[in-house]
Every structure is written in structure tokens, then in C-alpha cells.
């Protein structure tokens, strides 16, 4: 065990080392395969967007918080694009240290995915780099970078693509970016994941350690954070929405997250979940919403007169993240934690499909297990048993139907993403919904399909950016 442990901390170490490739990067196979169908790059350019990574100054409820960002603030900076648009958006590296940008949620060509080792370039301090893609995919989706732990500094904004058939039906929009906040105010995510490594050595050796670990339940994530944050903003000082009472309102959430599972709920209110990582599903009522790393739900809400709270409570660990929906002035409310939150939630297994965006059925031509496993002493995760330095991709040819069968033999939960596709959770036309990042419980197992459409390597890992540092990634990779 600890011969597994050194070796990946060895990697990591040169990862980090001169202009490397970073801990997010490449396993197995080298060879990139560029996608032969998607988007040919003959259209205008529908937008052109400058995207600067940047460390700045923000404000969180009166506190001077040093953050790194998209923009002036947390959350901002978000691409707003119509699917079929062509978009070229050229990223500024500000900051101190190599960065890249990955569109999650949306399958672009391989070359853009932004995952440094494997497609597109590292983007060095004070350099640059254009990501140019037609924009595929329509819903609720964001970017965040695909180097090392950035994820948890504040580097995400929303990308959302709107549907030209879609009819809208509703008055306003609101997008809600839910996070574990450390930066600034607690240690950095480095400090957090080699705490996290040395409480596991030495809990491995009869010691106690874990500084930041989490609630000791098994969902509770494995780090402590001080504070929880929607659209960049502390409850002290919570974003807000003032809209009238009748009107109709769709939120988009995003759990941006590295290492917190939220149940969301909006205070004297019922939600309709109408999309799951953009994609349409049967509409299903909920009091309650369980919403994983990576995941993205679209809700509507119809609004009362008042003032509400808007909460996304951390599973298993003490905080809360607030907004408030208002259609009058006036304070927060005094009891403000929303009833829903008593309810058991909706998760993705009350969801189904909407048959519009059904894979068609079809019995898969290959079939691969993923069994998810580690532990925290040694702080390692893992899939089939091995870290990401030595994963050997799951290999694919195009036009295959793939089935992933995938089983956490671990005790925790991990949300399971993939680039570039779309799976069904469940058989393909079997209803299950349509996702790009699938949370498993401790000890769950789930089959999902997909269609091998998109050329390329492709990431497929934990969600929690800590799991994921600690080895949980391997990849898809279409054979020629
Ligand atoms: Cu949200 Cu590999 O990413
Ligand atoms: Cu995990």
C-alpha cells in the first residue's frame, strides 16, 4: 500500500514539476484522436470572448477574500451561446500558474476538451489559448480548469446553451452556483489534499490525524469547509432574485463544488425538475433536490408572495449556502432553513428521460466494468484498482454502443463523470435519464450506455476534485 502511495506521490511530484503535465492529465496511451465528424469549423464565429484567469480581490460579507477567478467576481464571466453557434474563446492565464479550461457538459471536438497531457495544451503564466467549437449541446452546463486542484480555488462560471426549438414558458432565469469555499479563507486545496494524504498515513499507522477531514459519515465528503457559497456569495450577503408574486421562475444549479454534496431546497415552495445536466426529463415534483459535484438540475418554481430562502445544505457536513427569491423589500427571513430540506430528496433515480433525448434501444457491442474503490488511509481512490498514472483507457471504436457497468465497492460516494458524451443511466430507450456525471452511493452499482460518437480521449473520473487528484480518473479512448 504504501509502495502505491509513494509512487503516486512521486507522480504527482514530477507532475508539478517543470511544465509538466499536470495531475489531471494523461494515462496510458498518448496517441489523440481528432474528431472526424463534430462541428467542422466552417461557419462565423458567432462570438468571440475573452476568458482571463486571474487571482482577485473579492468581497465575502464584508471580508477582503483573495479568490482566483473568471472575473471580478465568483461565478461571473459565464458564456451564454445558442447550440449550433460557433463561439472562439480565448483564455488569458493570470494567474501564478499553468491552467487550462474544460467545457463540462458539453461534447466538443476532442482537441477542445481542455485537458492538459491528453488534448488540448497547458496554458503557461501570461500565455493564452483559443479554444474554437460549435457549441453542441443545449442546457445548463459550465467550465471550470482541468490542471491539478484549481477547481477548488473559484475558477468555474456557467456555460449556458440555449435550445432554438425550446419554448421557454417561464419569466426569469437564475443561475446558481453552488461551492465549498476554502480559498482565501481557509487552507489552499493543495494544503487540503496533502493534509488529506499525511492524516492517511498516519491514520494507517495507528495515529490519529485528519485536520480538515469531514463529517465521519460516509457521505459526508472528506473535507471540512468554513464556508458555502452561491454565485460567490456567503450567507451573510446572499445573491438574490426579486421578481414578482405569480411569476415563473427556472433556476439552473450547478454544483461547482469539490468535494460537497448539496440538498437544495427553496423555502414555501415546491420545485418541478424539468433537466438533469441539460438534458429534458419527465417533469417530477420535488420539496427536496440532491445535487452531486459536476451535476446540473433545471427547476421551475412558481412564486409566492415573500421573502424566501434558497438553501443547498452540505450532506453530512455543518454550513449551508443561501440565496433569496423576494417579490418584496425587507429582511430574510428569521427561520430560514426551507421545510423541503426535511423531505427526502429527488436524486436521479426518481428521474426519467424525456423520450426526445431517449438513446434508442440497442444491446451494447462492448461492455466495461468500473469498480470504484480506496479508502482514506492510505488517502487513495481508485478505478480497478489502480490509480490514474496507471490506468489503461477503456478502448472504443466509433459508432459502438458502449455499456459501463459501474460498481462503488467504496465507502463513500463518488460522482462519476465522463467528457465528450452523454450516457443513459440504464439500458439506452430504457428511460433512465440522459447525464455526463452520475453520483454512487457507498456500496451502488449502475449500468449506463452510451453512444461512442465523439472521437477522441476522453476523461473519466470522480468529480471530487480531491478523489480525483488521489487517482480516480482513467479514460475512454477510441482505437483507429
Ligand atoms: Cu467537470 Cu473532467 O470535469
Ligand atoms: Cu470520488
Given at each position: 500500500m504504501a509502495d502505491g502511495l509513494l509512487s503516486r506521490r512521486r507522480f504527482l511530484a514530477a507532475a508539478l514539476g517543470?511544465?509538466?503535465?499536470?495531475?489531471?492529465a494523461a494515462c496510458g496511451s498518448s496517441r489523440i484522436t481528432a474528431s472526424?465528424?463534430?462541428?467542422?469549423?466552417?461557419?462565423?464565429?458567432?462570438q468571440e470572448i475573452t476568458l482571463t484567469a486571474r487571482q482577485t480581490q473579492v468581497d465575502m460579507a464584508g471580508r477582503a477574500v483573495t479568490a482566483w477567478a473568471y472575473g471580478p467576481q465568483v461565478a461571473a464571466g459565464g458564456i451564454r451561446a445558442t447550440a449550433g453557434d460557433r463561439v472562439r474563446i480565448t483564455l488569458r492565464n493570470d494567474l501564478p500558474e499553468e491552467t487550462s479550461v474544460h467545457w463540462h457538459g458539453l461534447a466538443v471536438p476532442n482537441a477542445m476538451d481542455g485537458v492538459p497531457g491528453v488534448t488540448s495544451p497547458a496554458v503557461a503564466p501570461g500565455g493564452t489559448f483559443s479554444y474554437d467549437f460549435v457549441v453542441p449541446d443545449p442546457g445548463t452546463h459550465w467550465f471550470h480548469p482541468h490542471t491539478g486542484l484549481q477547481l477548488d480555488t473559484g475558477l468555474y462560471a456557467p456555460f449556458i446553451v440555449d435550445d432554438p426549438r425550446e419554448r421557454g414558458g417561464y419569466d426569469h432565469e437564475w443561475v446558481l452556483m453552488l461551492d465549498d469555499w476554502t480559498q482565501?479563507?481557509?487552507?489552499d486545496p493543495q494544503q487540503i489534499f496533502d493534509d488529506l494524504v499525511a492524516a492517511g498515513e498516519q491514520q494507517g499507522s495507528g495515529h490519529m490525524g485528519g485536520m480538515h477531514m469531514g463529517g465521519m459519515g460516509m457521505d459526508g465528503g472528506d473535507v471540512a469547509y468554513s464556508m458555502f457559497v452561491i454565485n460567490g456569495r456567503p450567507p451573510g450577503d446572499p445573491d438574490s432574485l426579486r421578481v414578482k408574486a405569480g411569476d415563473r421562475v427556472r433556476m439552473r444549479i450547478i454544483n461547482a463544488a469539490a468535494d460537497t454534496i448539496f440538498t437544495f431546497a427553496v423555502g414555501g415552495h415546491r420545485m418541478t425538475v424539468t433537466h438533469s445536466d441539460g438534458y429534458q426529463v419527465k417533469p417530477v415534483r420535488a420539496d427536496s433536490l440532491r445535487i452531486s459535484m459536476g451535476e446540473r438540475y433545471d427547476v421551475l418554481v412558481d412564486v409566492g408572495e415573500g421573502v424566501f430562502p434558497v438553501v443547498a445544505e452540505p450532506l453530512g457536513k455543518v454550513g449551508e449556502a443561501l440565496a433569496l427569491l423576494r417579490t418584496?423589500?425587507?429582511?430574510?427571513?428569521?427561520?430560514?432553513?426551507?421545510?423541503?430540506?426535511?423531505?427526502?430528496p429527488v436524486g436521479i433515480e426518481a428521474l426519467q428521460s424525456d423520450p426526445a433525448v431517449e438513446l434508442p434501444a440497442a444491446a451494447p457491442d462492448v461492455t466495461y466494468d468500473l469498480v470504484l474503490s480506496g479508502s482514506m488511509a492510505p488517502y487513495v481512490w481508485m478505478f480497478n484498482g489502480v490509480t490514474h498514472d496507471r490506468a489503461r483507457p477503456l478502448m472504443v471504436s466509433e459508432g459502438q454502443k458502449v455499456r459501463l457497468r459501474l460498481s462503488n465497492m467504496s465507502m463513500m460516494s463518488h460522482p462519476v463523470h465522463l467528457h465528450g458524451h452523454t450516457f443513459q443511466?440504464?439500458?439506452?430507450?430504457?428511460?433512465g435519464a440522459r447525464k455526463d456525471t452520475l453520483l454512487l452511493a457507498p456500496m451502488a452499482r449502475a449500468d449506463v450506455d452510451l453512444v461512442a460518437d465523439n472521437p477522441g480521449a476522453w476523461m473519466l473520473h470522480c468529480h471530487n476534485a480531491y478523489h480525483a487528484e488521489a487517482g480516480m480518473m482513467t479514460r475512454l479512448d477510441y482505437s483507429t
Amino acid at each position: 500500500m504504501a509502495d502505491g502511495l509513494l509512487s503516486r506521490r512521486r507522480f504527482l511530484a514530477a507532475a508539478l514539476g517543470a511544465g509538466a503535465t499536470t495531475a489531471l492529465a494523461a494515462c496510458g496511451s498518448s496517441r489523440i484522436t481528432a474528431s472526424s465528424q463534430r462541428s467542422p469549423l466552417t461557419g462565423p464565429v458567432s462570438q468571440e470572448i475573452t476568458l482571463t484567469a486571474r487571482q482577485t480581490q473579492v468581497d465575502m460579507a464584508g471580508r477582503a477574500v483573495t479568490a482566483w477567478a473568471y472575473g471580478p467576481q465568483v461565478a461571473a464571466g459565464g458564456i451564454r451561446a445558442t447550440a449550433g453557434d460557433r463561439v472562439r474563446i480565448t483564455l488569458r492565464n493570470d494567474l501564478p500558474e499553468e491552467t487550462s479550461v474544460h467545457w463540462h457538459g458539453l461534447a466538443v471536438p476532442n482537441a477542445m476538451d481542455g485537458v492538459p497531457g491528453v488534448t488540448s495544451p497547458a496554458v503557461a503564466p501570461g500565455g493564452t489559448f483559443s479554444y474554437d467549437f460549435v457549441v453542441p449541446d443545449p442546457g445548463t452546463h459550465w467550465f471550470h480548469p482541468h490542471t491539478g486542484l484549481q477547481l477548488d480555488t473559484g475558477l468555474y462560471a456557467p456555460f449556458i446553451v440555449d435550445d432554438p426549438r425550446e419554448r421557454g414558458g417561464y419569466d426569469h432565469e437564475w443561475v446558481l452556483m453552488l461551492d465549498d469555499w476554502t480559498q482565501g479563507v481557509g487552507p489552499d486545496p493543495q494544503q487540503i489534499f496533502d493534509d488529506l494524504v499525511a492524516a492517511g498515513e498516519q491514520q494507517g499507522s495507528g495515529h490519529m490525524g485528519g485536520m480538515h477531514m469531514g463529517g465521519m459519515g460516509m457521505d459526508g465528503g472528506d473535507v471540512a469547509y468554513s464556508m458555502f457559497v452561491i454565485n460567490g456569495r456567503p450567507p451573510g450577503d446572499p445573491d438574490s432574485l426579486r421578481v414578482k408574486a405569480g411569476d415563473r421562475v427556472r433556476m439552473r444549479i450547478i454544483n461547482a463544488a469539490a468535494d460537497t454534496i448539496f440538498t437544495f431546497a427553496v423555502g414555501g415552495h415546491r420545485m418541478t425538475v424539468t433537466h438533469s445536466d441539460g438534458y429534458q426529463v419527465k417533469p417530477v415534483r420535488a420539496d427536496s433536490l440532491r445535487i452531486s459535484m459536476g451535476e446540473r438540475y433545471d427547476v421551475l418554481v412558481d412564486v409566492g408572495e415573500g421573502v424566501f430562502p434558497v438553501v443547498a445544505e452540505p450532506l453530512g457536513k455543518v454550513g449551508e449556502a443561501l440565496a433569496l427569491l423576494r417579490t418584496v423589500d425587507g429582511p430574510a427571513p428569521g427561520q430560514r432553513r426551507p421545510e423541503g430540506l426535511s423531505a427526502y430528496p429527488v436524486g436521479i433515480e426518481a428521474l426519467q428521460s424525456d423520450p426526445a433525448v431517449e438513446l434508442p434501444a440497442a444491446a451494447p457491442d462492448v461492455t466495461y466494468d468500473l469498480v470504484l474503490s480506496g479508502s482514506m488511509a492510505p488517502y487513495v481512490w481508485m478505478f480497478n484498482g489502480v490509480t490514474h498514472d496507471r490506468a489503461r483507457p477503456l478502448m472504443v471504436s466509433e459508432g459502438q454502443k458502449v455499456r459501463l457497468r459501474l460498481s462503488n465497492m467504496s465507502m463513500m460516494s463518488h460522482p462519476v463523470h465522463l467528457h465528450g458524451h452523454t450516457f443513459q443511466v440504464g439500458p439506452a430507450g430504457g428511460g433512465g435519464a440522459r447525464k455526463d456525471t452520475l453520483l454512487l452511493a457507498p456500496m451502488a452499482r449502475a449500468d449506463v450506455d452510451l453512444v461512442a460518437d465523439n472521437p477522441g480521449a476522453w476523461m473519466l473520473h470522480c468529480h471530487n476534485a480531491y478523489h480525483a487528484e488521489a487517482g480516480m480518473m482513467t479514460r475512454l479512448d477510441y482505437s483507429t
